[in-house]
């Protein structure tokens, strides 16, 4: 989970809502339709983990690109 989550917020890491949307909503529907779990208060715990893990693909997709901009302006 946790690798598949960065992954999906350093790929999205420059239109960050859609990125945490993203995880919060596909994550626990593809466990559900995997049939990993089913459907009760435990989706909410995968949807929030999966945010904190696609946030931190965010920041570090809007690290680099910071420090890409400023590199280039210097």
Partial sequence: ?????????????RWWKVALVVAALGWPLLLVATGVVGIGPG???ASALAV???????L?????LQVYRSARAA
């Fill in 1 to 13: 989970m946790i690798p598949t989550m960065i992954l999906v917020g350093v790929l999205l890491g």
């Fill in 43 to 45: 989706l909410l715990v």
């Fill in 52 to 58: 904190v893990n696609a946030g931190a693909g965010v």
């Fill in 60 to 64: 570090a997709h809007q690290g680099v």
